[in-house]
């Protein structure tokens, strides 16, 4: 039987979301598009009568605005929201603001599909020589981090992306949780996955195949060792959320030449 509930959330659409470029570490703010998505998905959850007592969020803009903004919606404004970089989206190295389809235009689909999706491939670290390398480093935010700047990644495979943020899982949010708080993690693409894979067992090759949208609640029963009892529940319109996964997957495919 179910115990506890738990929400993942991949913030609202970013601004670099709708470039279709890699963001990452930069820290951009919703879109227009990605307001709507935050506030909508606030409503839907307040209409299924949802209530959470703690929110966890990264460090980066996108995902804490999302978490206001559900907050705001749901009238749950009061509700105390921890952030940590270990929360933060996979950094993904030097295609940092790089755009997926001339990427794949350039080194093909399938080597696109392995930066974005495999286990354990880490695409090349940033080095100071990348344009966004200073805006990224020399941000106030990463001084204020468990780790040493100069711990901080340059790179991550999605398994660097769980060994970081496991720690803060099992000390930080696991407590919390077992003493019977409804916590929402308002975080990113890839540190969702990383923790669905954990929490769900999915092997290296699968998780390869799962893919969450912008501003969609997923929705996890766990029982009380915190495995879930019951498959994820992606809530909404159940036709809008596979277009939007689809949306996402085909973000890495070459653009048809004119
Ligand atoms: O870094 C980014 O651009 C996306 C994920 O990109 P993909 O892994 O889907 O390419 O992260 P998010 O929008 O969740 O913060």
Redesign the pocket.
Known sequence: MSKHKLFLL??GE?A??KEN????WVDQKLSENGVKEAQDCGTLLKEQGHKFDLVFTSI?S?SIQTAWLVLEAMGQEWVPVVKSWRLN??H?GTLIGLN?AEMAAKHGEEKVKVW??SFDVSPPPIDESHPYFHEIYNDRRYTTCDVPKESLPRAESLKEVLDRLLPYWDNTVVPEIKKGRTVLISA???SCRALLKHLEGISDKDIANV?LP?GIPVLLELDENLKPVEPRKLLGDQAKIQAAIKK?ED??KALPST
Do not use: D, P
């Open positions: 991949r913030h970013g670099w979301n470029r890699f963001c990452s980066l996108r989206e996979r993904y997926r974005r999706r990113h693409g890839n893919t912008t996402v973000q890495g």
